[in-house]
C-alpha cells in the first residue's frame, strides 16, 4: 500500500503542479504521445489529480506522464481498475478494453508483473519497466490461460493472479 500511497501522490503532486504553472499545452501534448493519433484526436486529457485540461469526444482519457508512470491514454474500464488498483479493491473487468502507452514508461518507477503492491519493485525478481506497450484488459480471466507470464516476452501477462490481471504487448524494445 505504501508504494501505491507514494506513487498516487507523486502523480498528483507532479501533475498539479506543472498545472498550476498554467503549461497546460505541454501537459496536453505529453499526455497525447501516448496513443495513436486515431486514438487521441479526440480523447479527453486529464492531469492525474483529475483536473480536465481538454475535453474529448471518444471513449478515451490520456494523462500526462509523471514521477510515478508514463503517459497512458485509457478506455473508461481502464480507469475504472486503475481506482480500484489504488483502493485496493477487489475489481471485475466487464469488458475488453485497451490502454495505450505508446512512449512506455518514462521515468516511472516500474512494477513487480507478479505483485501491484509490491514494497520494493526494483527489488522484484519480475521487475518490469517497459518501452512502448499497449495494455488489453479481457473480462473472463480464462482468456488469460495460455499467454506467458515472462516479461521477456512481446507478450505477457502482468499481474496474472490478481483482480488487476491484464495483457501487456510489447510495440518495440
Not at 50 to 70: I, K, Q
Amino acid at each position: 500500500m505504501r508504494l501505491i500511497t507514494t506513487i498516487t501522490a507523486i502523480a498528483c503532486v507532479s501533475a498539479a503542479g506543472l498545472a498550476t504553472a498554467g503549461d497546460h499545452a505541454d501537459l496536453i501534448a505529453n499526455a497525447l504521445g501516448a496513443g495513436p493519433p486515431s486514438v487521441t484526436e479526440n480523447a479527453t486529457v486529464k492531469a492525474h489529480d483529475g483536473t480536465v485540461l481538454r475535453e474529448g469526444t471518444n471513449d478515451y482519457t490520456c494523462y500526462p506522464a509523471s514521477n510515478a508512470m508514463g503517459a497512458m491514454c485509457n478506455q473508461p474500464e481502464w480507469d475504472a481498475l486503475i481506482g480500484a488498483l489504488m483502493a485496493q479493491q477487489e475489481y471485475d473487468v466487464k469488458g475488453l478494453s485497451i490502454s495505450y502507452m505508446l512512449r512506455g514508461d518514462g521515468d516511472g518507477v516500474g512494477v513487480s508483473n507478479s505483485d501491484p503492491y509490491h514494497p520494493d519493485p526494483h527489488s522484484a525478481e519480475d521487475f518490469v519497466s517497459e518501452g512502448p506497450h499497449l495494455m488489453i484488459l479481457v473480462p473472463d480471466p480464462a482468456m488469460l490461460e495460455g499467454i506467458s507470464r515472462d516479461p521477456n516476452d512481446a507478450v505477457y501477462v502482468m499481474w496474472g493472479d490478481t483482480p488487476y490481471a491484464h495483457i501487456m504487448v510489447k510495440i518495440e524494445d
